[in-house]
């Protein structure tokens, strides 16, 4: 497997705390709705601006035709509001970080939005709550496509002790 990051414009990407990546496919959003990077088998959705759809029509135009089409796709933290914006989350169980539980059901306002869990899983799409809660989720997505022994495997190469399959203590 190979992780393919995209971004409007090639090279170092630098998220919110400070560390980076390099983008290896860039993207022109204006002139065609192309990507140069392979058709995903996971998409993933971070979080962050959660304004971004709203921000960069073209790119949320990629991104909605990119989500319909990838196997899997899931969220981590308020990426989940890009999706509701896209209208991904339309009828569908959400979750997203604590503090946007209200956006996300006012962005999608027939989703049932659940504040009582650390992840949903809907088939399509999985959302995660906050960041932590991200790792829950690509556990539990571990689990799905390679049995629950990976994954608790893969958490215990981490040192994750915390994952509790989805429940989120009060």
Same mark, same amino acid.
């Given at each position: 497997?190979?992780?393919?990051?995209?971004?409007?414009?090639?090279?170092?990407?630098?998220?919110?705390?400070?560390?980076?990546?390099?983008?290896?496919?860039?993207?022109?959003?204006? %002139?065609?709705?192309?990507?140069?990077?392979?058709?995903?088998?996971?998409? %993933? %959705?971070?979080?962050?601006?959660?304004?971004?759809?709203?921000?960069?029509?073209?790119?949320?135009?990629?991104?909605?035709?990119? +989500?319909?089409?990838?196997?899997? %796709?899931?969220?981590?933290?308020?990426?989940?509001?890009?999706? &509701?914006?896209?209208?991904?989350? #339309?009828?569908?169980? +959400?979750?997203?970080?604590?503090?946007?539980?209200?956006?996300?059901?006012?962005?999608?306002?027939? +989703? +049932?939005?659940?504040?009582?869990?650390?992840?949903? #899983?809907?088939?399509?799409?999985?959302?995660?709550?906050?960041?932590? &809660?991200?790792? #829950?989720?690509?556990?539990?997505?571990?689990?799905?496509?390679?049995?629950? #022994?990976?994954?608790?495997?893969?958490?215990?190469?981490?040192?994750?002790?915390?994952?509790?399959?989805?429940?989120?203590?009060?």
């Amino acid at each position: 497997g190979r992780l393919h990051a995209s971004s409007e414009d090639p090279g170092k990407l630098t998220l919110k705390l400070g560390a980076s990546f390099f983008a290896s496919h860039a993207r022109d959003w204006v %002139v065609d709705y192309k990507l140069n990077a392979p058709s995903p088998d996971i998409l %993933v %959705v971070p979080g962050g601006n959660s304004a971004w759809a709203r921000q960069h029509p073209e790119a949320a135009l990629w991104l909605r035709e990119t +989500a319909t089409r990838a196997p899997l %796709v899931m969220s981590v933290c308020t990426g989940a509001i890009i999706l &509701a914006d896209l209208g991904l989350l #339309d009828g569908l169980e +959400a979750t997203t970080w604590h503090g946007a539980l209200d956006r996300l059901q006012a962005a999608a306002p027939t +989703a +049932a939005v659940r504040s009582d869990v650390r992840f949903t #899983d809907n088939g399509h799409i999985v959302t995660t709550a906050g960041i932590s &809660a991200g790792i #829950d989720g690509a556990l539990h997505v571990v689990a799905r496509l390679h049995g629950a #022994d990976l994954a608790r495997r893969t958490a215990r190469y981490m040192d994750y002790d915390y994952w509790l399959g989805g429940a989120r203590e009060a």
